[in-house]
């Protein structure tokens, strides 16, 4: 006599409950560790010679199944800053799960110091900065990495000897002022033109100003390219 079907399936739940779960069922970890390395080194800034990368870890425990298909690796916007990201690793295949795998970076960086005390609405030199190695895990979030950028800009705030300069604590400086004469210069066919003008409006350096030109009384718009000078926008 042939046992009733629900007990041939019972019979054969407890049969596949018993079957072994192998280890080639699951996903390898070491794989997914270096595909999150990978994306976080196509995401991030260049790393330097004093810089590495330190992934996850993924929890060795972790059972995923393994994916039928190359697993992806996303990054949502918003989801890295300069010395950190988190990866997401998806599987797309009948699977489908999906894991997020912090990615930072460890080492030392460039940092702009101020070299001296810096009072407020100075415009910075190269005697005001210094370039320093720091632990990225200690480095203020804007700081510079480059000291050519900081020179030439204004501090807003006093800035203390040995401080790490980020810009927060620096303005554009203004190149040209409100009712101030500007030189104003023209490109005409690889000629160069220059007259007289007097700014509209304070313009700071790269920054658009409407400017009049003393000549003709004609009201034009420039950009501000460095103290006094204007580069006339040609239509």
């Known amino acids: 006599m042939r046992a009733p079907s629900i007990y041939r399936r019972w019979i054969l739940g407890l049969c ?14 070491p794989p997914l560790e270096a595909l999150a390395k990978s994306e976080a080194l196509r995401q991030l800034p260049p790393l330097t010679d004093k810089q590495r990368l330190i ?32 990866v997401e690793l998806r599987c797309p295949s009948a699977s489908h799960w999906h894991i997020y795998v ?27 900065v210094r370039v320093e190695q720091r632990d990225i895990s200690e480095i203020p979030p804007g700081y510079m ?6 020179i030439g800009l204004t501090a807003s705030r006093p800035i203390s000897s040995g401080a790490v300069i980020t810009n927060q604590f620096l303005l554009a400086a203004k190149a040209v002022q409100r009712g ?16 007289a003008g007097r700014a509209l409006a304070d313009g700071l350096v790269n920054q658009r100003v409407k400017v009049q030109n003393l000549s003709s009384g004609k009201i034009v718009e420039g950009i501000a390219r460095s103290e006094q000078v204007v580069e006339i926008i040609l239509q």
């Open 145 to 150: 990495d480059d000291p050519a950028v900081a």
């Open 102 to 128: 912090p990615v930072r970076v460890v080492g030392t960086s460039p940092v702009t110091i101020a070299a001296r005390a810096i009072v407020v609405g100075s415009v910075l030199s190269d005697k005001d």
């Open 55 to 86: 992934v996850g870890p993924i929890d060795a425990h972790l059972k995923l199944a393994r994916c039928g298909l190359p697993v992806a690796p996303v990054v949502s916007p918003g989801a890295h800053m300069r010395d950190r990201i988190v």
């Open 16 to 29: 596949l409950a018993a079957a072994p779960v192998l280890a080639e069922d699951f996903q390898d970890i």
């Open 180 to 195: 101030q004469t500007v030189t104003l210069v023209a490109d005409l066919g690889g000629m160069s033109v220059r007259t």
